[in-house]
């Protein structure tokens, strides 16, 4: 750990980056635990739909305002872009406070939070543009794989203690801790002084250049750059946002609590354990990975595909699993996969893409993870309400043959980009 640590002293500016990411994601799990365990209190016949939903306004956003977004963290100053964000959607995460004991008001979750993530939609591609500008060159993966593991660690934890505030608290303060969270994450993007934006007349020229369409010009050019985009995509195929949940709800069943208070409470339990199963799997995936990956475009690309394998295989281990660790086992294994896969793919573009295309670059890379994430959580969704809590295994052993494709098409990318440059220098 000495090496990330070394990478914070020497980056002071993407370490300032970086503990506004720590507070903002913290709070998050006091949400997202907060909100699904009220949707499923609220709908217990219909939990499947209603969680889908939640998920879906949380991706559909994203993957349509994505575009925008990448052409408008090309043209603004990234810096303050993000600032921003973060004071919006702690405003909008104080709106929830409206939603909470009325059902008949449950379309205000669903609006609130298409408004959070239209925000968030900015908020991304930024920060991941940003972090080269503010970051020395050799530092970007360890620096990228920082950000990784501490999306991991907060996943891991956040989503614990989020579960037990919930529980404990209640979703008022669930609530008002997210809120405050993003405020605190504002202020200290507001101290971040190495970035400088450069600023351009906005000529007819300008408008050209960071355009959407040019940003396609480039990845059509430039397919070293373009295959990194299936990476993310490839790896969501199966939602595990959606299923958590309902295996939560599923072993609280068969606990046979006897009180309704006693089920939600378990429910919120057993969802912050199974996140934070996911969230230890993401935290030791770069680590691990990063024993056997120098760095090179072609060490990432094979270590890619070995998360791939890794997320694949964590689907049979779901599936077939009938106890709560052994559950929790396989949510480690995918999110060891996705965690590397994602840390890898943001390495690739930020290494070959010039800044100027890093908005819309990445934006894009957002936007074919989404929709994935969108069709993989309609599926999910449909499937759990058409087969009810029993099924849900027998939807996670589906989604395990779902996920060969990806890891044969990356296969693939690997061959062809050996084939292109037998001896890369980088």
Not at 106 to 113: K, N, P
């Amino acid at each position: 750990m000495i090496q990330y640590w070394r990478v914070l002293q020497q980056n002071p500016d993407f370490t300032r980056l970086w503990l506004a990411q720590v507070i903002s994601l913290t709070g998050d799990w006091f949400n997202t635990i907060a909100l699904s365990a009220l949707l499923i209190r609220y709908f217990p016949e219909n939990s499947g739909q209603a969680v889908s939903l939640l998920v879906l306004a949380r991706f559909i956003p994203l993957m349509v305002v994505s575009p925008i977004a990448g052409v408008l963290v090309d043209r603004f100053n990234r810096q303050h872009l993000i600032i921003g964000s973060n004071l919006l959607r702690a405003v909008v995460v104080l709106g929830f406070l409206f939603a909470l004991d009325d059902p008949s008001r449950v379309w205000l979750i669903y609006a609130l939070t298409i408004v959070q993530f239209i925000l968030s939609a900015v908020f991304e591609p930024a920060q991941s543009a940003m972090i080269p500008s503010v970051t020395r060159e050799q530092d970007l993966l360890l620096a990228n794989t920082l950000n990784s593991i501490t999306w991991s660690v907060i996943l891991a934890f956040g989503a614990a203690i989020g579960g037990i505030v919930a529980a404990q608290f209640g979703t008022i303060t669930a609530l008002i801790i997210d809120a405050i969270t993003f405020l605190l994450a504002a202020l200290v993007v507001m101290t971040v002084r190495s970035y400088r934006h450069e600023t351009r007349p906005m000529t007819v020229a300008h408008r050209e250049q960071t355009s959407f369409r040019e940003g396609l010009r480039y990845l059509r050019a430039h397919p070293e750059v373009a295959t990194a985009l299936i990476v993310k995509g490839g790896n969501s195929v199966g939602n595990v946002d959606t299923l958590i949940p309902i295996f939560a709800q599923l072993f609280v069943f068969m606990a046979a609590f006897s009180t309704l208070s006693e089920q939600e409470a378990y429910t919120q339990l057993y969802m912050g354990f199974l996140f934070s199963a996911f969230g230890v799997g993401a935290l030791i995936g770069p680590l691990i990975m990063n024993r056997f990956n120098d760095g090179s475009l072609r060490q990432l690309r094979r270590v890619i595909a070995v998360g791939f394998g890794l997320s694949m295989f964590s689907w049979l281990i779901i599936g077939t699993s009938g106890a709560l660790l052994v559950l929790g086992f396989g949510l480690i294994l995918r999110g060891m996969g996705g965690s590397g896969n994602w840390t890898y793919s943001n390495v690739i573009i930020q290494t070959l893409t010039p800044n100027h295309y890093l908005g819309r670059v990445f934006s894009l890379d957002m936007v074919i993870f989404q929709a994935v994430t969108i069709l993989s959580t309609l599926i999910h969704g449909q499937l759990v309400d058409l087969w009810g809590l029993n099924g849900v295994r027998v939807i996670a052993l589906g989604t395990f043959i779902f996920a060969l494709p990806p890891l044969l098409m990356w296969g693939m990318v690997v061959r062809w980009a050996e084939q292109r440059d037998p001896h890369p220098q980088t």
